[in-house]
């Protein structure tokens, strides 16, 4: 999941943590086998609120998320929210299989 790596750093653990999941979910949400549930999503949702990371839903279906920066002292700011619902909208499993590569 690029989110995972590209807006938080995370581990799958330390990701799993922040998210009360198990590592094995994250895992699954990676690999495709599973999909995060509207709940998981709405924690993500939650997470990047915490950490002051603008936020947009297109990572979870359309667009990978742009690189984290190491250096950066401010998240990125420019990705808006977009209109669609995210119950409308399915996982594009190109991104999620482009975070193995």
Do not use: Y
């Not at 094995?24 to 599973?34: F, N, Y």
């Not at 609120?49 to 998240?75: L, M, Q």
């Amino acid at each position: 999941m690029l989110i995972r790596k590209r807006v938080f750093g995370m581990s799958q653990a330390e990701f799993a943590r922040a998210l009360d999941v198990s590592q094995s979910t994250v895992s699954r949400w990676e690999t495709g086998a599973l999909e995060p549930s509207r709940q998981e999503m709405a924690a993500v949702r939650d997470l990047a609120s915490s950490r002051g990371v603008t936020w947009s839903d297109r990572w979870f279906f359309d667009e990978a998320p742009p690189e984290k920066k190491e250096d950066a002292e401010e998240p990125s700011k420019s990705h808006p929210s977009p209109s669609q619902p995210a119950a409308a909208c399915r996982l594009n499993p190109d991104v999620i299989r482009s975070a193995r590569r």
